[in-house]
């Protein structure tokens, strides 16, 4: 399985940016799909994520309302539309992929958060910088 991040980059607060997580290797349709972030000196958490072909997402609540994950059959990709950037937003980004529809996706919000373990498959990560 091979996940390649695309679309990062640097953008002023309050600007938009797309990202494009393209899978290989990987029975695309019914599994989970998903966006973490790793700011510089905090650990990677979990802020996005769906259930492929069921349309289940978690949101985290600090990015609920700005950004939108959104999947590709055609292309099996899933992308992460991010809008109204703040410089908290800051990281690196990470697309993930685990088999099945993790417990978290059952809640959708903060009430069951993402983590690491729940996601076996990873991307190197693409850099977006947002600056005030």
């Known amino acids: 399985v091979q996940l390649v991040e695309s679309g990062g980059g640097s953008v002023q607060t309050g600007g938009s940016l797309r990202l494009s997580c393209a899978a290989s290797g990987y029975p695309y349709g019914r599994n989970c799909m998903g966006w973490f972030r790793r700011a510089p000196g905090k650990e990677r958490e979990g802020r996005a994520a769906?259930?492929?072909?069921?349309?289940?997402?978690y949101y985290a609540d600090s990015v609920k309302g700005r950004f939108t994950i959104s999947e590709d059959d055609a292309k099996s990709t899933v992308d992460l539309q991010m809008n109204n950037l703040k410089p908290d937003d800051t990281a690196t980004y990470y697309c993930?992929?685990?088999?099945?529809?993790?417990?978290?996706?059952?809640?959708?919000?903060?009430?069951?958060?993402?983590?690491?373990?729940?996601?076996?498959?990873w991307g190197q990560g693409t850099q977006v910088t947002v600056s005030s």
């Open positions: 993930a992929a685990e088999f099945g529809h993790p417990t978290f996706l059952d809640y959708g919000s903060d009430t069951v958060v993402p983590g690491e373990t729940d996601f076996t498959y």
């Open positions: 769906i259930y492929t072909g069921g349309h289940s997402t």
